[in-house]
């Protein structure tokens, strides 16, 4: 097994060199009996530090970042009332100072030889936590192995964005405990970053010498002025042909039309791939990353169509990482950018029993009154209710041949002529091309295909990718009350013209 990695080996890969300076004081005198006071004194001597975590501030290339770091080797990195007090006080002055704040732990969970009292320290550094997010400001974690117990259900899994090292022991109850409590061996593979990655409860598996360039390219969308675009970011003023709706379905039907990894590849500048709810749940139907365009941040939000299929389509899960999507932009203060491009939402007994026309409910009603900016993008597909979730935001664009529709055409026809031959006359007479929706005003714009955004996956990739940015610069310097109210109009009025 490979060496476990110091908190001065996380200061030194991750910040710029010679820039750290150290805030820790002497720890608080907790006042141990003689056996627990030979302990710290062999633990300090053992580790060179005085206490099981470092706090500080540093650069990475440039950006000043709060740092707090576990030490395993002092009594297996575990948390007492003078670690405690270390680390909120490091966290409230990261928040005074408007500082980011990366974490990394290393930990058994809560000092045994402190007890209760260290237990419930857990309290007051998630509750410095949460004061530090309620104040926007970025807080990043990095899992180092092992990290158990208390730690891991604290402060360890409170980051906007939380990744581990790989091979990492991380769980809540540590294995050794497990099997002294209950007489049998923990399940090989379940606490480790991998698994925990593949069940959607952290973003991902980062190596510790890939540590500095993921917190580098987190910074520049969260923290990074945007960027002034050296081209102006406008769509063409080209005459949209008025072709049949059931066109428009056929070609977004394409195996090979862009989506939006292409849309990530060819128009972003700069992302960090997020995964999963953070609780347990993840889908390949949604994709979630921090990205730029043209230098403009944003949470980026969207429908994959390389992870849909007849058989996989939009669960619950799905829509749950949809909503912590629009939680981070929220809380970041950062615009949320939402993609389109679904065939619908999951038809099955697994959805239904676990509320899928709930959480759609709930998208709508947290994406309609986000305070943030939001840009919606209808790409390609847009049927039913897993698309309406994704919908309601202040600037709503469309491909050319993107729609949106409350059934897809064919399911539509059934309804109304117990057959599915109707679909393209259906398709016509519901409106649900992009011209149309721009006649409506349920679009603000559309953006062109020419003709076929297949036939040109890059340049209309990056064609969207400008518009995304246009519409963010444009959204910039409007008043939140003015957006909101602009927003919530939009939907109030429709159909009543």
Not at 53 to 82: D, H, K, Q, W
Not at 112 to 124: I, R, S
Not at 267 to 284: I, K, Y
Not at 347 to 375: F, M, N, W, Y
Request: proline fraction near 6%.
């Amino acid at each position: 097994m490979a060496a476990k990695i110091s908190a001065h080996d996380v200061l030194e890969l991750v910040l710029d060199q010679g820039s750290y300076v150290s805030w820790d004081t002497t720890p608080v005198d907790v006042r141990p009996d003689e056996k627990y006071g030979s302990d710290l004194m062999k633990a300090a001597e053992k580790s060179g530090v005085d206490e099981s975590v470092l706090t500080g501030v540093g650069t990475v290339r440039g950006r000043p970042v709060a740092v707090i770091a576990c030490e395993f080797a002092f009594l297996a990195g575990s948390i007492g009332v003078a670690a405690a007090e270390r680390i909120v006080c490091a966290i409230e002055r990261a928040t005074r100072e408007g500082l980011p704040l990366l974490a990394s732990p290393t930990s058994g969970g809560t000092r045994m030889q402190e007890g209760t009292v260290a237990f419930v320290q857990m309290v007051k550094i998630a509750a410095a936590v949460a004061t530090h997010k309620a104040a926007h400001l970025p807080y990043l974690v990095y899992l180092r192995n092992p990290t158990t117990g208390g730690v891991f259900a604290s402060w360890g899994s409170l980051g906007h964005i939380t990744v581990a090292e790989p091979g990492a022991l991380v769980g809540f109850l540590g294995p050794r405990v497990y099997q002294a409590l209950y007489g049998e061996k923990f399940p090989d593979g379940v606490q480790t970053s991998e698994n925990l990655y593949r069940n959607g409860v952290i973003d991902g598996v980062v190596p510790a010498t890939r540590l500095r360039l993921l917190v580098h390219r987190a910074l520049r969308v969260l923290i990074d002025p945007p960027a002034t675009p050296t081209v102006a970011a406008e769509i063409p003023d080209i005459e949209i042909p008025d072709v049949p709706a059931w066109q428009s379905v056929m070609l977004s039907r394409r195996a090979d039309r862009p989506g939006i990894r292409h849309l990530l590849r060819h128009a972003a500048t700069e992302q960090v791939p997020l995964s999963g709810t953070g609780q347990g749940e993840t889908e390949g139907t949604v994709l979630l990353s921090l990205a730029r365009f043209r230098g403009a941040p944003c949470v980026l939000l969207g429908q994959d169509r390389a992870g849909q299929s007849a058989l996989n389509t939009m669960g619950p899960a799905a829509l749950r990482e949809a909503r912590r999507g629009m939680r981070l932009a929220e809380e970041l203060q950062i615009p949320l950018v939402l993609v389109i491009d679904t065939l619908g939402a999951a038809l099955s007994q697994e959805a239904e029993e676990r509320g899928l026309a709930p959480e759609i409910a709930r998208c709508i009603s947290d994406l309609v009154t986000l305070k943030t900016p939001t840009v919606s993008v209808l790409l390609g597909q847009g049927t039913g209710g897993g698309a309406l979730a994704f919908l309601p935001a202040d600037r709503v664009l469309a491909a050319q041949n993107g729609w949106l529709a409350p059934l897809p055409p064919e399911g539509a026809s059934a309804i109304v002529h117990r057959d599915t031959t109707h679909a393209p006359e259906m398709a016509a007479a519901q409106g649900i091309r992009s011209l149309d929706l721009l006649r409506d005003g349920v679009i603000d714009a559309i953006i062109p295909e020419h003709p076929d955004a297949a036939d040109e996956a890059v340049d209309f990739s990056k064609r969207v990718g400008e518009a995304i940015s246009r519409e963010l610069r444009a959204l910039t310097g409007v008043p939140e009350s003015e957006r909101f109210a602009a927003r919530l109009a939009r939907y109030r009025n429709l159909g009543l013209d």
